[in-house]
């Protein structure tokens, strides 16, 4: 890995050579660094990495005034992401950009808080290359581990491997090993999956867990709540019926980053459903389950259910059962 970004002169002189007409970079200009469009060769060396310039906006000014044309931009991680997200909403033109990408010094990562962070312990570039190795999209990651998992943050509607991101908007967003299940980690097997596929080097064997001491502006405190054990009131069916499901598993049905992308199924078929009921204060005031209040959230999470619900499936027939509608504030 270029780590002092020697790659950028070169790569930029390229694209120049390629018919580029102009690389979008930073350039110290009487004493103020600033952007700066490099149309020669025997400028780039005078590339400046640091400080930090968004360029998203700057691009996108730059391509809508001078239509047709194509620049290079040397760009940092989050830029370059930034201008991605452009291409997707197609605000621009992907053909008419190119990345030189910046390699950021652990001190920019610390100032910029990156959520993807290239210096140890971790090395992880967020590149996602042992994710998208196949250009033809024909295997995924997880085929690099043979072992089979179910996924917790799925509530067990969906798998995952021993070597895996534990949810979606994990911080910073990198892989970790299940020690627990890990074949090279329990010394079950010399398993070398992940370690073969990291292109990166970013796959530590020798890692043991330890706490770290950090300096912090503010803390959030979350006691959080504990959830009732549907199990408990056996008549309901959870447990016996496939599609009779808790509100955290229904929640992660519905969710775009769930097993099922958002798509409304039945667990026992995998069929749209015609009608859905909620069944409201299972174990509420209950004191044989020991619970003699009402939790307060659950006439909220449930019309917000039923109402994405219908979103997803405009002719399904929703139903609410309950004992006391009780809703509170948001």
Same mark, same amino acid.
């Given at each position: 890995m270029d780590t002092n970004n020697t790659h950028i002169p070169s790569q930029a002189a390229e694209l120049l050579t390629n018919g580029y007409d102009g690389v979008v970079g930073l350039r110290n200009r009487w004493g103020h660094v600033g952007p700066y469009i490099f149309t020669r060769k025997d400028e780039l060396g005078e590339v400046i990495v640091e400080p930090r310039y +968004?360029?998203?906006?700057?691009?996108?000014? &730059?391509?809508?005034?001078?239509?047709? *044309?194509?620049?290079?931009?040397?760009?940092?991680?989050?830029?370059? #992401? %930034? @201008? *991605? /997200?452009?291409?997707?909403?197609?605000?621009?033109?992907?053909?008419?950009v190119a990345f030189v990408g910046v390699v950021c010094s652990e001190e920019q990562a610390a100032e910029c808080n990156c959520e993807k962070p290239i210096y140890?312990? =971790? *090395?992880? =570039?967020?590149?996602? /290359?042992?994710?998208? *190795?196949? +250009?033809?999209?024909?295997i995924e990651i997880s085929s690099c581990c043979? @072992?089979?998992? +179910? $996924?917790?943050?799925?509530?067990? &509607?969906?798998?995952? #491997?021993?070597i895996y991101v534990p949810y979606p908007q994990a911080v910073? #967003? =990198?892989y970790l090993r299940d020690a627990a299940h890990c074949l090279k980690l329990t010394d079950k097997l010399d398993c070398k999956g992940c370690s073969n596929i990291c292109k990166a080097e970013a796959v530590i064997h020798d890692d043991q867990s330890r706490q770290e001491e950090i300096e912090v502006g503010a803390i959030v405190v979350v006691p959080g709540f504990e959830r009732f054990l549907a199990k408990q009131k056996y008549d309901?069916?959870?447990? #016996?019926? +496939?599609?009779?499901?808790? !509100?955290? /598993?229904?929640e992660r049905i519905l969710s775009a980053s769930g097993p099922f992308a958002g798509h409304v199924k039945r667990l026992s078929d995998g069929k749209e459903p015609e009608k859905i009921a909620f069944l409201q204060c299972?174990? !509420?005031?209950? @004191? =044989?389950?020991? $619970?003699?209040y009402c939790s307060s959230v659950c006439c909220m999470y449930a019309i917000k259910?039923?109402? @994405? %619900?219908?979103?997803?499936?405009? /002719?399904?027939d929703v139903t609410i059962f309950f004992m006391d509608l009780r809703a509170f504030g948001k």
């Open positions: +968004p360029m998203a906006m700057l691009v996108r000014n &730059l391509l809508k005034a001078e239509h047709g *044309k194509k620049f290079g931009v040397v760009a940092r991680g989050c830029d370059i #992401r %930034a @201008i *991605k /997200e452009l291409i997707e909403d197609n605000l621009l033109d992907a053909e008419s140890e312990p =971790t *090395k992880c =570039t967020g590149c996602w /290359e042992c994710v998208e *190795k196949c +250009p033809e999209d024909a043979p @072992i089979v998992l +179910p $996924n917790e943050f799925d509530e067990g &509607l969906a798998s995952r #491997r021993a910073p #967003r =990198t309901f069916g959870y447990s #016996r019926y +496939p599609d009779v499901v808790s !509100s955290v /598993e229904f299972i174990g !509420s005031r209950d @004191i =044989t389950c020991r $619970n003699g259910e039923a109402v @994405i %619900a219908k979103e997803h499936l405009k /002719e399904v």
